[in-house]
């Protein structure tokens, strides 16, 4: 059976911690995260079809086959219920982007994921669905919020094809990156007409940003911190 998507509690850190939420993973899925999930690309499905949001918690919860009050404990917002599929897409990308062979760049290994997203049997209708996203501020806040999860995810994926800290500055940069050059393919407008293949555009963006933020850091030595002098009085 295919794997589903386990979404990791979205706890934010103290103020001051150094810790982040964990990035989006592949898991096997059961119960409650199970139903969530078949809520999630029910309502997305309905969304799509009628190329509108514009509906009712009633509506939505009889389309799912959910009563309200079950509809309500799995999402407290109506945009709320967007974020499981979504965030399953978009996981997918980010396991097909860990388990590319080592031989492949960063660059490919993105671009290919992407690509492999876009043609699964299930694949997500992306270009049907940020136009409904950008229907309501608040479906862009949580189309937002979403996409600063996936960075995190990018980010550690990135981290562990370079042998770099998850934490690190070039890290951090990639997952955002990654992102939003990822965003700006989906989104891309018509071109006389027509679509240009998503993963052509991408590969365009990254080429923009030159190769050396996606190479592998050879013998980079870090110099040492140093303490601050003291002026001398």
Do not use: C
Request: aromatic share 4%; hydrophobic share 40%; glycine share 6%.
């Amino acid at each position: 059976m295919p794997q589903r998507v386990r979404i990791h509690p979205q706890e934010r850190p103290a103020t001051g911690a150094d810790r982040e939420p964990p990035p989006l993973t592949l898991a096997p899925r059961e119960g409650r995260d199970q139903a969530m999930l078949e809520a999630s690309q029910a309502v997305i499905a309905l969304f799509l079809r009628k190329r509108t949001s514009d509906f009712s918690v009633k509506e939505l919860a009889a389309h799912a086959g959910l009563s309200e009050r079950t509809f309500y404990r799995y999402f407290p917002r109506k945009e709320d219920a967007i974020r499981p599929a979504v965030d399953a897409s978009l996981a997918s990308i980010v396991s097909e982007m860990r388990a590319a062979p080592r031989g492949k760049t960063l660059r490919e290994a993105m671009v290919e994921a992407l690509g492999r997203s876009l043609t699964e049997e299930n694949a997500m209708n992306w270009e049907n669905l940020l136009s409904v996203l950008n229907e309501t501020d608040s479906l862009r806040a949580a189309w937002l919020q979403i996409l600063t999860n996936a960075e995190i995810a990018l980010a550690h994926a990135a981290a562990e094809r370079l042998g770099i800290s998850p934490d690190s500055q070039r890290a951090r940069l990639l997952g955002a990156v990654l992102v939003t050059a990822g965003r700006l393919a989906l989104e891309q407008p018509s071109s006389a007409g027509r679509k240009r293949d998503p993963g052509e555009v991408l590969t365009e963006y990254l080429d923009l940003l030159g190769p050396t933020l996606f190479e592998e850091p050879a013998g980079e030595h870090r110099p040492a911190r140093r303490s601050p002098r003291r002026r001398s009085r």
